[in-house]
T-cell receptor, first 111, second 113 residues
Framework: ELKVEQNPLFLSMQEGKNYTIYCNYS?????LYWYRQDPGKSLESLFV?????AVKQEGRLMASLDTKARLSTLHITAAVHDLSATYFCAVKETSGSRLTFGEGTQLTVNP | DSGVTQTPKHLITATGQRVTLRCSPR?????VYWYQQSLDQGLQFLIQ???????AKGNILERFSAQQFPDLHSELNLSSLELGDSALYFCASSVGGAGYEQYFGPGTRLTVT
């Protein structure tokens, strides 16, 4: 059974600082997603990572994938308050289409 | 706005009751997925339909069932409701059966009292 672990689960940051969220998974995958969720809202797709070494950037967020280590990172650069949300990674196994989600990282950016 | 619609937005009901949640996928999408998000279990995959046929099953209770209709909308039926069924239920859709990005609807918040 595929297991997906995120850490940290809670992250409180100061504006302007950098930090990284980690996502480890237990079996072979052919794609990994990062989502953002605001309280009580739906999931907003941030990145889709398809291959080893893939790196994608959007604004202050950058995601990367190391399939050999079964690890993805979401790096936050110079955080701003608007980035406060819960971030999920989700992994799709090589066979099938279901997504297995991590526990989520609740990010709070303080002024 | 992902293009996936779900109704109702909120539902409050009593233990033992039965409810139906509805999902309309994005235009052109053939796959529909149901997920449950609760404080205890996190985000869990329940079931997937592709063009009317069940394609994959996850941690879906026997009290729950789903179907996808010829017009591709889907319904999730929850029966003999328990307090622990209180959760946010998301529907997602994708163009194909596997390997395509899933787009999530706004969710239905179910509260069982």
């Amino acid at each position: 059974e595929l297991k997906v672990e995120q850490n940290p689960l809670f992250l409180s940051m100061q504006e302007g600082k950098n930090y990284t969220i980690y996502c480890n998974y237990s079996t072979t995958s052919d794609r990994l997603y990062w989502y953002r969720q605001d309280p009580g809202k739906s999931l907003e797709s941030l990145f889709v990572l398809l291959s080893n070494g893939a790196v994608k950037q959007e604004g202050r967020l950058m995601a990367s994938l190391d399939t050999k280590a079964r690890l993805s990172t979401l790096h936050i650069t110079a955080a701003v308050h608007d980035l406060s949300a819960t971030y999920f990674c989700a992994v799709k196994e090589t066979s099938g289409s279901r997504l297995t989600f991590g526990e989520g990282t609740q990010l709070t950016v303080n002024p | 706005d992902s293009g996936v619609t779900q109704t109702p937005k909120h539902l409050i009901t009593a233990t033992g009751q039965r409810v139906t949640l509805r999902c309309s996928p994005r235009s052109g999408d053939l796959s529909v997925y149901w997920y449950q998000q609760s404080l205890d279990q996190g985000l869990q995959f329940l079931i997937q339909y592709y063009n009317g046929e069940e394609r994959a099953k996850g941690n879906i209770l026997e009290r729950f069932s789903a179907q996808q209709f010829p017009d591709l909308h889907s319904e999730l039926n929850l029966s003999s409701l328990e307090l622990g069924d209180s959760a946010l239920y998301f529907c997602a859709s994708s163009v194909g059966g596997a390997g395509y990005e899933q787009y999530f609807g706004p969710g239905t918040r179910l509260t069982v009292t």
